[in-house]
Structure formats: C-alpha cells, structure tokens
C-alpha cells in the first residue's frame, strides 16, 4: 500500500477563494482524522469520521471549514472563504478498527493564504 | 480543550545522555498512548506506543513510561544520537479518536 495519500502537497491561494484539501487513506482503514498543525496547538484535531461517519467536529475552527468522506477511500477538507490565518499545514491519518491501533499519517498540505 | 498537554516545547541534550520527554492527559478514557517523531516536512511517523493495562513499554533504545494515576507518561531515548533531533507528539486515544499534544522539539547535540 503506498500509504495515506493527500494532494496537493502545497496550495497558495488568495484570500476569499475556496480551497479544498483531498485525502486517500490506507486500504481498509475504517477511522480517518483530519489535522492541522499549527505552533500553539501542535496537531490540533479538525474532525475524525469512523466508517465514513463524522463522529466529532467539535475541532473545526469555524463555519468556513467542511469535511465530507462519501465513501471509504476519500476524503475531503474544504474551507471557503479562506483566510490568511487559515494558513498552517494539514495533515490527514487513518487507522484500523478499534482501539490500540496507530494511525497513519499522509505527507500533508503546507496552504498558504494571501 | 487540550486534551493532551506536552509542556516543554524545546529539548536540547547532548550525544550520548538520556533524553526524557514528558506527556499529561486530562481524559480518563483514553486506553493507549502512543508517540511520534516528526521531521520536517514529513508527516509524523508512529515510534512506540502502551496500552493503559501496562506501565512500561521498551523497544531497543526508546522507552515509555505510563502513570495512570497521574495521567502522565513519558518518552525516554538513550543513549541520544544526532539522528534522534526531531518534533515528538504524544498522543492519547479512545476508541475511534486520538488526541495529539503540541510536541517537543528535540535538539541533540555531537
């Protein structure tokens, strides 16, 4: 398997446009979290959907930011309209069933807004 | 809501001494822990992990220690090597979710 797959690795943007973030997770994970590193916080939990269900939100920032997985090999972050402080790197992971299992991370997305 | 707390964002030590980074978690429902390194513009690989049944867990020079009554665990590298200079993220989870700490940078120095 070649691993947790986000695209694109990075994405310069200008403020107000939409971007969106894309995740593949390893085969046959069923939980997939959604990151964003920042200075502060560290990884800071967005969301985390187990079978393709959100489970908790509770992390994403604001109104601007959605999360979607239709099916179990993709997911996708979005965030419109995008902000200059919306700017850090997201990373996107996925694990197996159950507990005491790690998860996977992908490459991540360095977003720059301007 | 910080979950899980790494209050030293810097480390520097030298080759050869022991390394020892620190983790608090604040939920008692998380039942593994886990730990990461990460190098720049690298995604955080997996390094060592223990489940809440145990309270040691040794894998050739890394070492974690997990104290569940202070909610604490902690990461022990030794002997330190240059190669080891990385950002290390605890990480607590429960079933379905896992929470990761601010992390550490480690700086170690020939």
């Known amino acids: 398997d070649a691993g947790v797959i986000q695209s694109p690795r990075h994405e310069v943007t200008e403020m107000g446009q939409e971007v969106t973030l894309r995740c593949k997770p390893i085969s046959g994970h069923n939980s997939l979290f959604w990151y964003r590193q920042t200075m502060m916080r560290g990884l800071e939990l967005l969301i985390y959907?187990?079978?393709?269900?959100?489970?908790?939100d509770s992390g994403m920032p604001e109104d601007r930011f959605s999360a979607k997985m239709p099916n179990a090999s993709f997911s996708t972050l979005k965030i419109q309209p995008s902000e200059p402080r919306d700017s850090a790197v997201y990373f996107c992971?996925?694990?197996?069933?159950?507990?005491?299992?790690?998860?996977?991370f992908g490459q991540g997305t360095r977003l720059t807004v301007v | 809501d910080q979950q899980v707390k790494q209050n030293s964002p810097s480390l520097s030590v030298q080759e050869g001494r022991i390394s020892i980074l620190n983790c608090d978690y604040t939920n008692s429902m998380f039942d593994y822990f886990l730990w990461y390194k990460k190098y720049p513009a690298e995604g955080p690989t997996f390094l060592i992990s223990i489940s809440s049944i145990k309270d040691k867990n040794e894998d050739g020079r890394f070492t974690v220690f997990l104290n569940k009554s202070a909610k604490h665990l902690s990461l022990h590298i030794v002997p330190s090597q240059p190669g080891d200079s990385a950002v290390y993220f605890c990480?607590?989870?429960?079933?379905?979710?896992?929470?990761f700490g601010a992390g550490t940078r480690l700086t170690v120095k020939p």
């Open positions: 992971a996925s694990t197996g069933q159950g507990s005491g299992t790690e998860a996977f």
């Open positions: 959907f187990n079978n393709n269900v959100p489970i908790d």
């Open positions: 990480a607590a989870s429960a079933i379905g979710d896992m929470r």
